[in-house]
């Protein structure tokens, strides 16, 4: 809820006109920060007001972004309190509670907020940016969480006590919530729950790695699978063939889905689950990684009227992000947009979504066959698999539409022969193909304990860098901290090769060249390729050298 005494400070200073705070100040959601939403207003300058009313009150300006907060003391608070109460913990001494906000009518409740820390307490006032930034990290404990984990089934949501089965009993249900809320919490993009002869395993993978969180007594492998089978409407009595589900839960107050694998092994069923939080989808291609360079060809290919631009790399390596994010920016309403995927991960707002079925013959073809008679201006297809679905991808491409797909392809020139290979002529490619991205993910390093280092010349020519390059490049890394669980990573970050069809390289693929024919002539044409995208992006301290050479091939900077 946005408060009514912090828009006296805003209409004070005169920077926001009080038309534009009415949409704030309704806003009843006791679970947001309603203030943050004038970050939205390119008008507002964040910054010049803070410092303007830090003057004003007499208070320390502080940019909390930039400094060293232990989590410990960040967590000192429940995140409820600090959306409540509108502070956050930056530091602690035994005689005083240092806190940063960004609205001074708190100080009136100073008395409250004495009682709530027990102690002592020392304002300073930081920007709404970066009061954000740091709220991000705050973390809702597991035990916390377990308690609002509710499933939902058709729109509402029904207690865990509705579910009935053999063999599932109250605590199985309790370890079951903890398990899918952990992974919430830590942010694990999937949950392998692993049955062995003598052991019974789950692991998360959080930022691409994977780690053993559990390792339970073989006799629950049975009560645990059968409740997850239950959650995913799963048929718990077939054991013998791989089964698909989905799960469908609120944590917190937010709806999460739970993509639900089933695979028969030897010892029994390996359950996957893949977290699908809508949440955490970035649907801004800014904030993806792109370069400057790269985002415009991209932005200025996918607007086209029509053709077909591709998007390749890796399973889990963000191509159906990029996509997502893709179809954003082109999704207005004078557009028609049809997807087919397999599954549908997010629910886009006025999008055709359509889930691919192979079993009822709704496939990749089939559906782009039905697109085609559905009036579209721009047709979205999961994955380019076969020639059949790449002939009519091809023939909408050079119809008058926009075709957006994926490929599993090392890197950008490489799609180009993968598309050749399926059969395609190589002057209905030259004609459809507009542009063609590879893309990898690498690990962030943690901002908290982000640190520089001095790494020798000659690693770094190995690595890629040339040798004037090398002499001026900064290299960082994650010494580990709270914050990252003494990983020294904290999320990831994209990297990118774009490589737009020029009249040189049309003309090359005339003449059915190899992929790394095409390699040469684009990175002649200006293309940069997966490593030099990754070495900018070391330089930049984005991520370390070894998470760059690792998630892509060598070519030098």
Aim: aromatic residues 6%.
């Amino acid at each position: 809820m946005f408060r009514k005494e912090f828009s006296d400070v805003i209409s004070k200073t005169g920077m926001v006109p009080l038309k534009d705070l009415r949409p704030l100040l309704l806003d009843k959601n006791p679970k947001i920060v309603s203030e943050l939403g004038l970050l939205k207003y390119k008008f507002f300058d964040d910054i010049k007001f803070a410092q303007m009313v830090a003057q004003n009150y007499k208070l320390p300006y502080v940019n909390i972004a930039e400094s060293r907060i232990e989590d410990s003391v960040l967590n000192t608070l429940k995140k409820a309190q600090i959306i409540k109460h509108r502070l956050l913990p930056i530091g602690k001494s035994a005689k005083v509670i240092t806190v940063a906000i960004f609205d001074p009518s708190i100080i009136e409740e100073a008395a409250e907020i004495r009682t709530l820390f027990q102690g002592n307490v020392e304002f300073m006032l930081t920007s709404l940016q970066a009061w954000k930034e740091v709220f991000e990290r705050v973390t809702v404990s597991v035990d916390e969480l377990v308690g609002t984990v509710r499933e939902v089934k058709a729109g509402n949501i029904t207690e865990d006590e509705d579910v009935s089965a053999e063999d599932i009993g109250d605590d199985i249900i309790f370890i079951v919530n903890k398990i899918l809320a952990e992974a919430y919490s830590k942010g694990a993009s999937d949950i392998h729950v692993e049955p062995y002869e003598k052991r019974f395993r789950v692991r998360f993978r959080i930022d691409g790695t994977l780690a053993e969180v559990y390792d339970f007594p073989k006799a629950m492998k049975a009560p645990l699978i059968s409740r997850l089978k239950i959650l995913a409407q799963l048929d718990i009595s077939e054991k013998r063939k791989p089964q698909d589900g989905r799960i469908k839960l609120e944590i917190g107050g937010e709806p999460i889905d739970y993509r639900v694998s089933s695979l028969p092994t030897l010892f029994g069923e390996k359950i996957c689950l893949r977290l699908l939080d809508s949440s955490n989808l970035e649907l801004d291609m800014t904030k993806l990684g792109f370069e400057q360079k790269q985002i415009d060809i991209f932005q200025r290919n996918i607007r086209k009227p029509f053709g077909m631009c591709l998007v390749t790399g890796p399973t889990g390596s963000g191509k159906t992000t990029t996509l997502y994010s893709a179809l954003a920016d082109l999704n207005k309403v004078g557009v028609n947009i049809s997807t087919a995927e397999d599954p549908c991960e997010f629910n886009l707002e006025g999008i055709n979504q359509v889930n691919v079925r192979k079993d009822v013959g709704l496939t990749f073809a089939t559906a782009l066959k039905s697109f085609l008679r559905q009036d579209p201006d721009i047709i979205m297809v999961g994955e380019i698999r076969d020639y059949e679905a790449g002939e009519i991808a091809v023939e909408a491409a050079l119809t008058g539409h926009m075709v957006l797909s994926t490929l599993h392809t090392n890197d950008a020139p490489s799609t180009v022969t993968r598309i050749l290979n399926m059969g395609i002529e190589p002057f209905l490619v030259t004609g459809a193909l507009n542009v063609c991205v590879a893309q990898r993910l690498c690990r962030r390093i943690c901002p908290n304990c982000k640190r520089r280092i001095e790494v020798s010349k000659e690693k770094l020519i190995a690595s890629g860098y040339s040798s004037k390059t090398a002499e001026k490049v900064r290299v960082y890394e994650g010494e580990g901290c709270d914050t990252c669980g003494g990983k020294g990573y904290k999320g990831r970050v994209a990297i990118y090769e774009v490589m737009e069809m020029t009249p040189a390289l049309r003309d090359l693929i005339l003449r059915n060249p190899s992929a790394d024919d095409l390699k040469r002539l684009a990175i002649k044409e200006g293309m940069k390729t997966l490593r030099m995208s990754a070495l900018t992006k070391v330089h930049e301290g984005a991520t370390t050298l070894e998470e760059a050479v690792s998630n892509s091939s060598s070519d030098k900077l």
